[in-house]
């Protein structure tokens, strides 16, 4: 079973940046590269939503609310995905989770708390 493991996540203050890892075990290098990577989030009473995602052919996407603040890019080496935020907002708040996808196979990592507060 693959596993993922989140971390970067804290307190900031509006405008401020914070750096989001994802590191993948359980699975070799050339599979994991394979597969598509992706964070998401969900706020206190929301649903889950996508924040950014990169496929194994380095083509990412966006969700509206974040396009020119934060950066997906990912490492497939040190099987590693990263979320790069900048300019962080208050409504930025959540749980970011990172994911990975391949086919029907799903992986979720537990989560890292992002909050954005003066």
Excluded: H
């Excluded at 603040?69 to 930025?92: C, G, H, W």
């Excluded at 799903?106 to 507060?117: A, C, F, I, P, R």
């Amino acid at each position: 079973q693959v596993q993922l493991v989140e971390s970067g996540g804290g307190l900031v203050q509006p405008g401020g940046s914070l750096r989001l890892s994802c590191a993948a075990s359980r699975i070799l290098i050339g599979t994991y590269s394979m597969y598509d990577k992706g964070w998401y989030r969900q706020a206190p009473g929301k649903q889950r939503e996508l924040v950014a995602t990169i496929t194994s052919g380095d083509m990412t996407n966006y969700a509206d609310s974040v396009k020119g603040r934060f950066t997906i890019s990912r490492d497939n080496a040190k099987k590693m995905v990263y979320l790069q935020m900048n300019s962080l907002k208050p409504e930025d708040t959540a749980v970011y989770y990172c994911s990975v996808l391949l086919g029907t196979l799903e992986y979720w990592g537990q989560g890292t708390q992002v909050t954005v507060s003066s």
